[in-house]
């Protein structure tokens, strides 16, 4: 007797085919919209990771110092004549007098608030110094320079720091006395003697 009950209650469950297709349907969308949910979720993380990244990146190279841009410039003969030109690194050329110096010039030409370090070399007995922005190149007698060699060569080291005194580059000028001719040429860190 059981056993009908039973048998009774589990046919009155049972389920016609369009309820069951009904219940279909509803299962696949709740997955559809669980998987949406989920691919919306990651693709937040996602985003929201790429966006701290950037963030951090831009932060990063914020700080970073680049170096200035700056220049050597030289007086010296050129093929149309004597001219200030500008001097690339690895580049030697050979110096003239500026005639209202009486002596050889370099200059250096520097961003607003940048500052340069350098040191005042001798070399034999000419005398490098600077003045300003301006490496001037003093030049011995020739009387005076009669025990020197014919061929002299020094060099210059020329720190770039920014307004806050932080070294950003750093050059070696490589002067060379070859008899009576005068010779400049930049060299960058690294390449120095």
């Given at each position: 007797?059981?056993?009908?009950?039973?048998?009774?209650?589990?046919?009155?469950?049972?389920?016609?085919?369009?309820?069951?297709?009904?219940?279909?349907?509803?299962?696949?969308?709740?997955?559809?919209?669980?998987?949406?949910?989920?691919?919306?979720?990651?693709?937040?993380?996602?985003?929201?990771?790429?966006?701290?990244?950037?963030?951090?990146?831009?932060?990063?190279?914020?700080?970073?110092?680049?170096?200035?841009?700056?220049?050597?410039?030289?007086?010296?003969?050129?093929?149309?004549?004597?001219?200030?030109?500008?001097?690339?690194?690895?580049?030697?050329?050979?110096?003239?007098?500026?005639?209202?110096?009486?002596?050889?010039?370099?200059?250096?030409?520097?961003?607003?608030?940048y500052y340069y370090e350098k040191e005042i070399i001798v070399l034999g007995?000419?005398?490098?110094?600077?003045?300003?922005?301006?490496?001037?190149?003093?030049?011995?007698?020739?009387?005076?320079?009669?025990?020197?060699?014919?061929?002299?060569?020094?060099?210059?080291?020329?720190?770039?720091?920014?307004?806050?005194?932080?070294?950003?580059?750093?050059?070696?000028?490589?002067?060379?006395?070859?008899?009576?001719?005068?010779?400049?040429?930049?060299?960058?860190?690294?390449?120095?003697?």
């Amino acid at each position: 007797m059981e056993f009908e009950h039973l048998q009774a209650a589990a046919e009155k469950i049972t389920l016609s085919e369009d309820a069951q297709r009904r219940i279909l349907d509803l299962e696949r969308k709740q997955k559809k919209r669980y998987g949406r949910r989920k691919f919306v979720r990651r693709s937040l993380a996602a985003s929201c990771a790429a966006a701290l990244l950037f963030a951090g990146f831009s932060a990063a190279i914020g700080k970073i110092h680049r170096a200035p841009e700056w220049e050597i410039t030289a007086y010296a003969k050129d093929k149309g004549g004597a001219q200030w030109l500008s001097l690339e690194p690895g580049e030697r050329v050979l110096l003239e007098k500026d005639p209202t110096k009486n002596g050889y010039m370099v200059e250096l030409d520097l961003p607003e608030n940048y500052y340069y370090e350098k040191e005042i070399i001798v070399l034999g007995l000419d005398c490098i110094g600077t003045r300003g922005k301006r490496i001037f190149w003093r030049v011995c007698g020739e009387e005076e320079a009669e025990e020197l060699p014919d061929v002299m060569s020094s060099s210059m080291y020329i720190r770039i720091l920014d307004e806050n005194r932080e070294e950003v580059d750093r050059v070696y000028l490589e002067v060379t006395r070859e008899y009576d001719d005068c010779y400049v040429q930049i060299k960058k860190q690294g390449e120095e003697q």
